[in-house]
């Protein structure tokens, strides 16, 4: 079934607002409090949404956060049920630090539709390219360059690889640099970075490398919508993960999970900027107004688009 609509204009609302309630604290160097800012008017206003919503992906463990969390209720008990997974502040960092790039993202789907990820790793891999054995996360760096030199007639010097700029990429970042790959390094963000391969005009042909497992999902959602090439295996370092995982439901903690296996059916994926972006603007203050720039998908009716929505404040 479709997932109604208006449920698109509600949604851009609630990162919109979440957004804005973060923006008051960029540059502060206090990523906490900016995180707590977009947790508290994100959790405000799903609670006025006339929805039965669980969140599935939730946000705050790893960074000692405050958290919307796995299994939270939210809504008006009212209307659908909705699988719901938040990160109200990604890129805390960016906020603290006014580094462009902070997002308040959201994705919704219907009951049982979004795979409940735990709070850990994910070795991941995007692309544009669906072909069956082009891209795989089993594939050595050097045969997914080459495959993807060749689906794309490229050479290897003219595509572009995103990754995050860790101490754990640097065997990954060494070989792009023997293949002579144009590396695009970002230090944090790795739902927005993993998006640049939807459109051309970001020119980034392949994102990998180790980031969050629940941003893996988020992620996911929207490159569903746009028809892009996603895979992920959660990486569980210690004990107390693997015990978190198989509460979760699951066994197989090698597996790894297709784009279709992560989300089904259908979703709304909503990221707003609260610093600028490649993806959309950050939150601007007009007088008693603020405008936000969201880019929002609806799988089922094929929106994929950046909307422009100016507010009071």
């Known amino acids: 079934m479709a997932i109604d609509k208006k449920f698109v204009d509600q949604l851009v609302k609630v990162t919109s607002k979440a957004a804005l309630a973060s923006s008051y604290l960029v540059g502060k160097?206090?990523?906490?409090?900016?995180?707590?800012?977009?947790?508290?008017?994100?959790?405000?206003?799903?609670?006025?949404?006339?929805?039965?919503?669980?969140i599935v992906i939730g946000e705050g463990e790893l960074d000692e956060a405050p958290m919307l969390y796995i299994g939270e209720k939210l809504g008006t008990s009212k209307g659908p049920g909705f699988d719901i997974a938040v990160d109200p502040l990604e890129g805390t960092n960016f906020?603290?630090?006014n580094l462009p790039g902070a997002l308040s993202v959201i994705?919704?789907?219907?009951?049982?539709n979004l795979f409940k990820a735990p709070?850990?790793?994910?070795?991941?891999?995007?692309?544009?390219?669906?072909?069956?054995?082009?891209?795989?996360?089993?594939?050595?760096v050097k045969e997914n360059?080459?495959?993807?030199?060749?689906?794309?007639?490229?050479?290897?010097?003219?595509?572009?690889?995103c990754i995050l700029n860790r101490p754990r990429h640097k065997k990954i970042i060494e070989e792009l640099k023997k293949l002579k790959v144009n590396i695009k390094l970002i230090t944090d963000g790795d739902v927005s970075g993993a998006l640049l391969v939807t459109e051309e005009k970001y020119n980034v042909d392949i994102f990998l490398g180790i980031g969050?497992?629940?941003?893996?999902?988020?992620?996911?959602?929207?490159?569903?919508?746009?028809?892009?090439n996603f895979q992920g295996r959660f990486?569980?370092?210690?004990?107390?993960?693997?015990?978190?995982?198989?509460?979760?439901?699951?066994?197989?903690?090698t597996k790894k999970y297709e784009l279709n296996e992560i989300i089904t059916g259908d979703s709304i994926f909503c990221a707003t900027g609260i610093t600028p972006s490649d993806l959309v603007a950050g939150i601007e203050i007009q007088?008693?107004?603020?405008?936000?720039?969201?880019?929002?998908?609806?799988?089922?009716?094929?929106?994929?688009?950046?909307?422009?929505?100016?507010?009071?404040?």
Do not use: W
């Not at 947790?39 to 609670?47: A, E, K, T």
């Not at 891999?125 to 069956?132: G, H, R, Y």
């Open 95 to 97: 906020a603290a630090n």
């Open 29 to 54: 160097k206090n990523k906490i409090a900016a995180d707590k800012a977009a947790v508290d008017s994100m959790r405000s206003n799903l609670n006025n949404l006339d929805i039965q919503g669980e």
């Open 287 to 313: 007088g008693n107004d603020f405008v936000s720039e969201t880019l929002v998908t609806h799988k089922s009716s094929g929106l994929k688009k950046v909307i422009k929505l100016k507010q009071n404040l």
């Open 107 to 112: 994705a919704i789907a219907e009951k049982n």
């Open 145 to 161: 360059i080459y495959n993807l030199s060749d689906y794309l007639n490229k050479n290897p010097e003219n595509l572009t690889a």
């Open 212 to 228: 969050g497992g629940p941003e893996g999902v988020l992620a996911a959602t929207a490159l569903d919508a746009f028809n892009c």
């Open 235 to 253: 990486l569980f370092k210690t004990e107390e993960d693997q015990v978190r995982a198989k509460k979760m439901g699951i066994n197989d903690l």
């Open 119 to 140: 709070e850990t790793y994910m070795e991941k891999i995007s692309t544009k390219v669906n072909e069956k054995n082009v891209i795989d996360l089993d594939f050595t």
